[in-house]
């Protein structure tokens, strides 16, 4: 079974400090981890994954995710918040095995950045 | 929200009735997938197809049906015997069934019953 876990369903950080948002995942053999973003009333939008290779990912719009595969953990950062970061936030993982299931999904953390 | 449509934005729908949702997707993906999102419980998987004339199940198709008769759509009907549809409906597409393969989502649709 794969599964996956936003611990904080809030985050509160002032414009220009950095900030995370941390995912944990569970998986049978090799993970592919996802980012997304949800503006509110709006579809999601990919960020960024991780696949294999570099732990250190590097996304759109300045973020960043570190896979820690001892921690099982692939928090999402950015070295300096804007308000317009404000926004909900979706880690998503699929076990690399072929057979499977599809993608499943955090529960979203929503992140607030206070100008 | 790339180049995938769905419609209508808002859908109200009387207790009893059945309502189609449509996405649409000009990527030439060959995947699409169906989500229901409610509030904190992050999106659930209702049906996916990898290719055209093919379809499965995912965690929650129960009171649901979908059809993929062409590459670019993939309706969604939610049906009366689905007990508690009012949810924001996300339809998604992506390159092919291969795991790492990012999806691509549309804006989603709204549906509440009255």
């Known amino acids: 079974a794969q599964s996956v876990a936003q611990p904080e369903d809030q985050v509160n950080v002032a414009e220009g400090n950095p900030l995370t948002v941390k995912c944990t995942y569970s998986v049978s053999g090799n993970p592919y981890l996802f980012w997304y973003v949800q503006y509110p009333n709006r579809g999601l939008q990919f960020l960024l994954k991780y696949i294999t290779g570099d732990n250190l990912v590097k996304g759109s719009y300045g973020f960043e995710a570190e896979f820690n595969k001892s921690q099982t953990s692939f928090h999402l950062k950015k070295p300096s918040a804007l308000v317009s970061d404000s926004a909900l936030y979706f880690c998503?993982?699929?076990?690399?095995?072929?057979?499977?299931?599809?993608?499943?999904f955090g529960s979203g953390t929503q992140l607030t950045v206070l100008p | 929200d790339g180049g995938i449509t769905q419609s209508p934005k808002y859908l109200f729908r009387k207790e009893g009735q059945n309502v189609t949702l449509s996405c649409e997707q000009n990527?030439?993906?060959?995947?699409m997938y169906w989500y229901r999102q409610d509030p904190g419980q992050g999106l659930r998987l209702i049906y996916y197809?990898?290719?055209?004339?093919?379809?499965q199940k995912g965690d929650i198709a129960e009171g649901y049906s979908v059809s993929r008769e062409k590459k670019e759509s993939f309706p969604l009907t939610v049906t009366s015997a689905q007990k508690n549809p009012t949810a924001f409906y996300l339809c998604a597409s992506s390159q092919s069934r291969d795991p790492y393969n990012e999806q691509f989502f549309g804006p989603g649709t709204r549906l509440t019953v009255l």
């Open positions: 990527l030439n993906h060959d995947a």
């Open positions: 197809s990898q290719i055209v004339n093919d379809f």
């Open positions: 998503a993982v699929r076990d690399g095995r072929g057979s499977a299931r599809q993608l499943t």
